[in-house]
């Protein structure tokens, strides 16, 4: 039997049958796809509690704006502390003011010392600026971050137990809708964590350094000058907020700053101002304070329609007072009155003798805003208008009080009708009062401003007087200048044009503004102006035709009355070296006279200054004004004597009954032992002045012997001749306005 042979086994036959990989099963299937799933999940939960999903810009964003968030709360905080002492001090000034034993004033300085201390820490804290955050403190937000999700991821878990508990209870006994949420809850939010996750890529990212866009303004790279403050920039409500069928009511239901914002924007919508925002509310002791902004127009339309919205907010008049801001021309800041802006402003600092210089800057004031008023009156000419109870006196003797503790500077005193700088008459050189008085003073001033000019190169002080104790500035303060002479109105006028740059100025006070008060149409051209309780042409004439539409009101300000202050004082100003002109009101502290009188005597004591004679001499070469020469006919014969005549110093202080620039000793004699007994009945009697007649019956009283076959008239020789000049204007004494007579520290410096 044959033998089949078998074929050999080629490439294509194997020689075994291939064994197939056994198909996954279903849950082989399932436990990879959830693992896949789960991998996702853990990277995701990873990613997300290491803050991976924030890049360098979210989180410095995320740090400036915690930094910036602290900051404001602390300013809140602080200006809390303010509000709640001007309002302790408040309540005590006025429990103070009923007491008829006046109070507790121990207790009224504490608090006033806590008002100023507490609004020290304010301005401190609102000066120092909000940085950008440091790397340690963007580091520290992202480590705060990751914190906060951890607690929230383990505090989820944790509290997902007792809930699915809860839920699965409830299925038991048959309400299962809980169950049925919770799982499908549960089954969403798997499906959403599980998905393919990435993680972000931070290549090519841009470091926090470079400030992103999304950053506040003021932390973008800084403009020139450094950036500022955007005003109006913390919006409260827009008039889209407003709720429907809103209707206004009054400023005493706004308890908080979103009321006082539907306030405003409720009353403004009901007459029809522009309103459409309100921003930076603040509470204070007075009122409310608010920055608005017009959607058309200018804020002129909330000072045209102040006193209708003075009914709307059941204000009192003028407790609407609108301040247009120049920074921002569409929005003004709202200040809504309802008690006294000005009842706990500081009062003025104590200033030694000569321990100012006339180029410094000393406050007189305080804004309705709480800033402080000061200037420096060195080459600048004034003037301050206000009608007759609007406090002109009480500001000029402000201002002097400043002036006359320099020790750089000759105050000279003028009024020809009133009683001028009265009370700080010690530390003043010259006083005069009637028209001969005032015109000579006045020619002798503009002649040397005059040979000052010529005399600047020769001192090599360049373009502008420098003042010093051996070259001294001469500040003039001239009241009721609407009361002076037609000459004298001249001279002051050309003494406007040249006194400036030789430091020889003038403050000048009037009752209106016009050319018929000043003599001719100067008020504008004066470079320091203020004015306070008066008629709206004043405002117009001073300020400018479009004034009022600015937002100057000093007209809608009140004069004082013989029982009532109102608001003598106050004003609104232009001009303050240093200070950009706004429309907002001032109030000058008046100064108590016997506050005057004293440092008049101590200002005294420390020296007086005259003319350096530098300046005097110069003055023998320069021409007079055609208009103050004599007049002579074709023929040389006199035609019209000089209306005035041009004297020395000596001479100009003998004719105001001032005290010589220069004397020798008083010798022994009876001028001296005039003077000696005068001082001494004024001792004995407790006072620092007596009318003539009284004290020459107290001399004649104390020395019968010396006085007693002497008259008045004799007297008041040997007093000229000891150097005590004729008697001076003495301010009121009982029932008298205005006596002549002497005064004590005055004849006590003869000695």
């Known amino acids: 039997m044959a033998t089949e042979v078998q074929p050999e086994p080629t490439e294509e036959q194997p020689t ?69 002492a001007h309002a302790h001090f408040a309540v005590a000034k006025t429990r103070a003011d009923q007491d008829e034993n006046g109070g507790n004033a121990n207790n009224l300085a504490a608090l006033a010392g806590r008002v100023a201390a507490e609004e020290g820490k304010l301005a401190e804290l609102q000066a120092i600026p909000v940085m950008p ?32 508990g809860m839920a699965a209870a409830q299925a038991a006994t048959g309400q299962p809708a809980l169950l049925v949420v919770a799982l499908g809850a549960g089954g969403w939010a798997y499906h959403v964590l599980t998905r393919p996750f990435t993680a972000r890529s931070t290549e ?67 007459e029809g101002v522009p309103i459409v925002e ?12 608010c920055t608005v902004r017009v959607g058309e127009g200018t804020p002129e339309a909330i000072i045209s329609k102040a006193g209708d919205l003075e009914t709307r907010f059941d204000l009192k008049t003028n407790g609407v007072r609108p301040q247009p801001l120049r920074a921002r021309r569409a929005c003004a800041i709202l200040r809504l009155v309802e008690g006294d802006p000005f009842a706990t402003a500081p009062g003025l600092p104590y200033r030694a003798p000569k321990s100012l210089s006339i180029i410094d800057a000393f406050r007189i004031g305080t804004s309705v805003g709480g800033d402080s008023l000061e200037l420096s009156l060195a080459g600048v000419m004034g003037l301050w208008v206000a009608a007759s109870g609007g406090g002109k006196t009480g500001i000029l003797q402000a201002l002097a009080e400043g002036v006359t503790a320099c020790r750089d500077s000759i105050t000279i005193d003028l009024d020809p009708f009133g009683d001028g700088l009265e009370d700080l008459g010690d530390a003043v050189r010259i006083t005069a009062r009637s028209n001969e008085q005032i015109e000579a003073v006045l020619l002798f001033f503009l002649v040397m401003a005059k040979g000052r000019a010529r005399l600047r190169a020769k001192l090599a002080m360049g373009k502008k007087w420098k003042p010093s104790p051996q070259h001294p500035a001469v500040t003039i303060f001239f009241d009721e200048l609407p009361k002076a002479s037609i000459l004298a109105k001249r001279l002051y006028n050309d003494l406007l044009l040249v006194g400036r740059k030789e430091l020889i100025v003038v403050e000048a006070a009037s009752q209106g503004g016009q050319s018929s008060y000043l003599g001719a149409n100067i008020a504008q051209m004066v470079a320091l102006k203020a004015v306070g309780p008066c008629k709206v042409e004043d405002t117009r004439s001073v300020f400018g035709d479009g004034s009022v539409k600015e937002g100057y009101l000093p007209h809608k300000l009140s004069p004082a009355t013989q029982t009532d202050p109102k608001d003598a004082g106050h004003l609104f100003i232009q001009g303050v070296p240093g200070m950009a002109d706004e429309p907002i009101e001032y109030a000058v502290h008046e100064v108590p006279s016997a506050t005057l009188r004293q440092l008049g005597q101590e200002r005294l004591e420390a020296g007086l200054l005259d003319p350096d004679q530098d300046s005097l001499d110069a003055m023998r070469g320069v021409d007079l004004p055609e208009y103050v020469e004599a007049e002579y006919d074709k023929d040389g014969d006199l035609k019209k004597p000089a209306p005035v005549e041009l004297l020395t110093w000596d001479q100009l202080l003998r004719l105001c009954n001032a005290q010589p620039a220069e004397r020798g000793p008083l010798e022994d004699g009876a001028p001296r032992q005039a003077v000696e007994d005068s ?73």
């Open 16 to 84: 075994e049958k291939a064994i197939e990989p056994a198909e996954p099963t279903r849950a082989d299937r399932m436990k990879a796809g959830f693992a896949v799933q789960r991998g996702h999940l853990l990277a995701r939960v990873k990613d997300w509690m290491a803050t991976g999903d924030l890049d360098h810009i979210d989180v410095g964003q995320g740090a400036t704006e915690a930094k910036t968030r602290k900051y404001a709360e602390k300013i809140s905080r602080q200006q809390q502390r303010v509000a709640e």
């Open 133 to 164: 955050p440091t790397d340690r403190e963007i580091n520290n937000f992202r480590h705060g971050k990751k914190a906060g999700r951890s607690a929230l991821v383990i505090g989820g878990g944790v509290a997902t137990v007792p809930a699915f």
């Open 204 to 270: 090519g990212q841009a470091p926090f350094p470079l400030a992103p866009v999304s950053l506040p303004a003021t932390f973008q790279a800084d403009p020139a000058g450094g950036a500022a403050p955007i005003i109006g920039g913390n919006v409260v409500m827009s008039v889209e907020q407003l709720p429907e069928g809103g209707k206004p009511f009054p400023l005493r239901n706004a308890r908080t700053p979103d009321l006082l914002a539907q306030c405003v924007l409720l009353a403004a919508r009901a």
């Open 278 to 289: 309100v921003s930076d509310v603040t509470r204070q002791p007075w009122g409310w304070q």
């Open 679 to 751: 001082v001494a009945v004024m001792e004995k009697a407790g006072v620092d002045r007596m009318k003539t007649e009284v004290l020459f019956a107290a001399v004649q009283e104390c020395d019968a012997d010396a006085y007693g076959e002497m008259d008045v008239d004799h007297f008041k020789a040997l007093m000229k001749t000891a150097g005590a000049g004729a008697p001076i204007t003495l301010g009121r004494i009982g029932d008298e306005a205005n006596p002549r007579g002497f005064k004590r520290d005055r004849l006590r410096h003869l000695l």
